[in-house]
Every structure is written in C-alpha cells, then in structure tokens.
C-alpha cells in the first residue's frame, strides 16, 4: 500500500465529511498577544492552521518557524503559507529538540511558541500509516517514517506480554491491557499481526459482546497507547515545555494544547514545575534559595472549546489549552 502524496494530504484536510479544523484558534492566538513584528515558534506545524494565523497576527514583518516531524505535513504547509514568503521557515525534526533545532536556525530568542500536540485528519485518514482501526494498512503508526524509529508492528512483534500490558495499561489506561496482551503474544505465535485490521480485530474479540455498550471502540485506547510509545510523545513534553521557556524573550508565552488526561497531565506538571521553583516563605522580599520561578502560570484552569467550536468540530471536544509567560 503506498502512502498519500501531498496533494492527497491536503486534500484530506478539506474533505466535506471530515474536514480538518485547527482547534482553539481564536483562543490561542489572543491568548500570545502577537504584535506586529513578534516572531513566533509553531513546534507543532501541522497542516499549519496556527502558523497562518500568527503570520497574519504579526505582519508584515513577524516571523514564524515551523517544526515537525512528519515530512509530509511539513511539505502541505510550506504549501499552504508560500504565501507569506520568507517570513515563514519550516524545520524537520522533533518537538522535543526544539532548543537545538532553533539554534542550529540561527534563532536563540522568540516572542511566542505555540504547540498542538493532536494528530491531524489528514495522517488518520491515510491508511498507510497506520495510526486508525477504521481503515485497514500497515500498522505503523511513526509520525517521521524516515527516522528509522521502530513501529507499531515491531513493538507488537517484539515486546514480551509484561511490556506490552504495561504500554497499554500506562498509556492507553485501558483495564483490558492484561488479556489484550496475552492474546497479541499468543497470536502472533501463529501469525504477524502486521495491520491496523488484524490487531484491531483481536482486540474486539478480547473485549467481547459487551463492548458493544460503550461509545468508543474497543480498540481506541490500545492504538492511542501504541501511538504514544511509537513517537514517545510524552516524554517529549517536559523538553518541549522548558527548551520552549529557554527561547522565550521576557514576557513571551507558551500555548499547549493537549488532547488527552495524559498529555495535560504531563504539559501542567511541567509548567508548574517552571512556575513554583522558588522555595522562599512567601513574605521573603528578594528571592534567597537562587531557584527563582521562571513563568508564570496565565491559566489556572485550562481553556476549553466554546459551545459554538464543538457545535462545529465535535473532535474539539477533549482539548485543553494551557499558557505560562516568561518572567
């Protein structure tokens, strides 16, 4: 099965059924307070939503650099903002080497970065690389295919049962992570389980008629869970949230929108982390431990869709928007 081309990606994007909508636009953009002139790091580019709406925030002279893992979405977007010319700059590589992807880009202070840390339509709507059950293909499921990284498919084939129930119990919070696993060890003793279809399949008859009663698929947690450890996406986030603060000019901020408890589990313990550092009594006058905080917290509760947002993109629904401020 060969993989989209670009034209396939962004047409994957607009797709009437299921178009791809950048979620918390409006939200994301105010809550950076871009002016005129900022330049602006999107470390998760994507189809580029974000990024033109920081290139149109901050014209005519701001800036932004794109970073992402996935070529192919790098290739749609420098398509999508030609436009804005070389006000616009996209890097390939990991998030979480964001500190010396900028560097090596000549970029050491910025006003504003901004991190979406979902997973677009496009790339679950692409068989071939294997991220969704809904469509049967190679279970791949790597964001950067080139990376030489292993896949689903290897982990599935290659991790003993007690490694495989832990990925899924830890990263998929699936209760059924113990039996899922033992059934993947047994079968693939007899076959490979080398697609979406065939692991999804074993995961329905694991769960039985009675999984039939929730709304989700049996398989979802499971894939989510895969996916995760594949592209080891939370682990990145503690180095995406302070290698992002180390770029940013006092004052700057950081927006990260995250799509799962895991995830916002993960970016609020690292932004409270950078927040709360200081252990001086809070009557202290001047900072006497020499571990002064470093942001601000601007969201004490994450920001969430509006009604009229998930009236419109009911994907939107599990996205949480946390911003800290460079002291």
């Known amino acids: 099965m060969q993989a989209a081309t670009v034209m396939d990606f962004e047409a994957s994007l607009t797709q009437p059924d299921r178009p791809h909508r950048t979620v918390l636009l409006a939200e994301t953009i105010a809550a950076l ?49 030609a436009r804005f010319g070389d006000r616009f700059l996209a890097l390939h590589g990991d998030h979480a080497e964001i500190v010396p992807l900028l560097h090596g880009a000549g970029v050491t202070l910025v006003d504003a970065v901004i991190a979406d840390l979902g997973i677009s339509s496009a790339q679950l709507d692409d068989a071939a690389r294997g991220f969704a059950f ?15 990284s292993p896949s689903a498919a290897d982990l599935v084939a290659t991790l003993d049962a007690r490694q495989l129930r832990r990925i899924i119990a830890t ?13 993947i060890v047994r079968d693939r003793a007899r076959q490979p389980i080398v697609t979406t279809g065939a692991l999804a ?33 939370i682990e990145g986030i503690p180095s995406l949230v302070s290698g992002a603060v180390a770029l940013l000019r006092r004052g700057g901020r950081l927006a990260v929108i995250s799509f799962h408890s895991l ?18 009594p809070p009557d202290l006058p001047v900072c006497g431990c020499g571990r002064e905080n470093i942001v601000r917290l601007v969201t004490s509760r994450p920001i969430v869709p509006g009604a009229a947002e998930l009236a419109e993109n009911p994907r939107a629904r599990s996205a949480k928007l946390r911003v800290a401020e460079r002291l």
């Open 263 to 280: 995830e916002d589990r993960a970016v609020k313990t690292s932004m409270h982390a950078l927040a709360h550092r200081c252990t001086c």
């Open 171 to 183: 990263w998929g919070e699936e209760r059924l992570a113990g039996k899922i696993a033992s059934a």
């Open 201 to 233: 399949g074993l995961i329905e008859r694991v769960a039985g008629p009675a999984a039939r009663r929730f709304k989700i698929h049996p398989a979802t947690r499971t894939f989510q869970a895969l996916r995760i450890a594949v592209n080891r996406e």
């Open 33 to 81: 307070r871009l002016a005129p002139g900022a330049k602006v790091i999107d470390a998760t580019l994507g189809p580029g939503g974000h990024a033109e709406a920081a290139l149109e925030s901050t014209g005519p002279s701001g800036r932004v650099i794109g970073i992402d893992r996935d070529p192919m979405a790098l290739a749609a977007a420098r398509r999508r903002l």
């Open 134 to 148: 809904s469509v049967d293909g190679p279970l791949d499921m790597r964001m950067d295919p080139g990376a030489g």
